[in-house]
């Protein structure tokens, strides 16, 4: 199954080049902020953060997050990796607005997030679908919280189900579905409401290698049609590689940006053989060069 399957007539054009902020499921979505006129593109700003966390039975916080910056714009896919407890999923947390920073701040379309960011998709590590609901009926709560009418869920779940090659499972119970379909869903459950930055992460971590390379071989021509930004964190360097525009790497605890380095690779990247990838070994060396001195005392992930 290919999560592209529903998105074959769409424009090739890049939302950043047309009328359109971006594009939904073949749905042109136009935005008020200020890209809208070109005067800027940037859709979600880290400005500065940094994290402290209670420490039991210390008086002294930890500190996991130091004076990180970085920008996302309209349209651009960003791995974000580094050592174990770096704060890489802290960092997606606060772009949700589950979790607010000690010192710093998130900007989303040029408003602070200083509480829940409705307007964000969340692909969590596991699918996390409700074991008693139906695939249709998973995929279609985000609307039914948000009040959409019966006949605009209905329509909706349809595309997206069709978009990530889910059509004809609508009454299957997650039980029912392999853990590649459940990721699937997952992944249909947050694009239902056409959010304009998803947060994902390690969507990919549990997965089995084939279904892996086939779901980040998906996740590539969707991001490249839908044309939203894209925050995936990961713990591997080769998926980072393929799949982003650019790569922010972070240092061990307490975490500081090591770089944020643009890959510039042709697409659509082949993610079944990465080395057939024109560029993929200088790209691969430039990520590991910052980031070798990091696993002298600690783990990538």
Not at 22 to 40: A, P, Q, V
Not at 214 to 221: F, H
Request: with cysteine; net charge neutral.
């Amino acid at each position: 199954m290919q999560m592209a399957s529903a998105l074959d007539q769409m424009p090739k054009t890049s939302p950043r080049h047309s009328a359109c902020s971006f594009r939904w499921l073949g749905i042109c979505i136009y935005m008020s902020d200020r890209g809208l006129n070109g005067m800027d593109d940037r859709v979600l700003v880290f400005d500065g953060i940094g994290q402290d966390f209670p420490s039991p039975g210390q008086r002294t916080p930890v500190r996991v997050l130091d004076g990180i910056s970085f920008e996302a714009d309209r349209g651009r896919f960003i791995a974000v990796i580094g050592p174990s407890g770096c704060g890489k999923s802290t960092l997606l947390h606060m772009a949700a607005g589950l979790l607010f920073p000690t010192r710093g701040s998130v900007h989303h379309r040029g408003h602070k997030v200083a509480s829940v960011n409705t307007e964000v998709g969340f692909v969590p590590q596991q699918a996390q679908l409700l074991p008693w609901k139906t695939l249709f009926e998973n995929v279609e709560l985000p609307l039914v919280l948000r009040g959409i009418s019966a006949p605009e869920r209905q329509k909706r779940v349809a595309d997206v189900l069709r978009s990530v090659g889910l059509s004809g499972f609508e009454q299957h119970f997650p039980r029912q579905l392999s853990g590649g379909m459940q990721k699937r869903g997952s992944i249909a459950r947050t694009l239902v409401y056409r959010p304009d930055v998803i947060l994902m992460d390690e969507p990919f971590g549990a997965l089995d290698a084939q279904t892996r390379m086939v779901m980040q071989s998906d996740l590539q021509t969707l991001s490249m049609e839908a044309g939203a930004t894209v925050i995936f964190v990961t713990h591997d360097i080769t998926e980072a590689v393929l799949l982003a525009d650019n790569i922010v790497v972070l240092s061990q605890r307490p975490s500081k940006l090591l770089a944020n380095i643009p890959i510039d690779l042709p697409r659509p990247r082949n993610m079944f053989e990465p080395f057939k990838n024109p560029g993929f070994d200088v790209a691969y060396d430039a990520v590991w060069t910052e980031f070798r001195s990091q696993i002298q005392t600690g783990q990538i992930h």
